[in-house]
């Protein structure tokens, strides 16, 4: 499975930039996955953003992300997006999007950059003060 990340760039704070994730290779019913963001910055652990769940789309964020950053799944199209608003400085980082593929990984492990499959090749975004 491939996983191509779009959508990073420059933005200034307070801006919005929404990101995309498109998966080829395999197929697979986006309601039988779950996908993932995760940032990273140089030198510190890649953390994750949000996920979505295969069943029922139930989603969480982060502390520092929640209420600005909203992740959906296209499921007619295998991808995923995280729109992400009101950006901060902070939210600087090289973003990376993933998918876990059956069998799936249970709840606890979606918080874990282990506990998915498949990885995009990371997009930049850089909010600017």
């Known amino acids: 499975v491939q996983l191509q990340a779009s959508g990073g760039g420059l933005v200034q704070a307070g801006g919005s930039l929404r990101l995309s994730c498109a998966a080829s290779?395999?197929?697979?019913?986006?309601?039988?996955?779950?996908w993932g963001w995760f940032r990273q910055v140089p030198g510190k652990e890649r953390d994750l953003v949000a996920f979505?769940?295969?069943?029922?789309?139930?989603?969480y964020y982060s502390d520092s992300v929640k209420g600005r950053f909203t992740i959906s799944r296209d499921s007619g199209k295998n991808s995923v997006h995280l729109q992400m608003n009101s950006l901060k400085v902070e939210d600087t980082a090289v973003y990376y999007c993933?998918?876990?593929?059956?069998?799936?990984?249970?709840?606890?492990?979606?918080?874990?950059?282990?506990?998915?499959?498949?990885w995009g090749q990371g997009t930049q975004v850089t909010v600017s003060s």
């Open positions: 993933a998918i876990d593929l059956p069998p799936l990984t249970i709840l606890s492990g979606l918080y874990d950059a282990r506990g998915y499959d498949y």
């Open positions: 290779g395999r197929t697979f019913s986006n309601r039988n996955a779950n």
């Open positions: 979505i769940r295969w069943s029922g789309g139930s989603t």
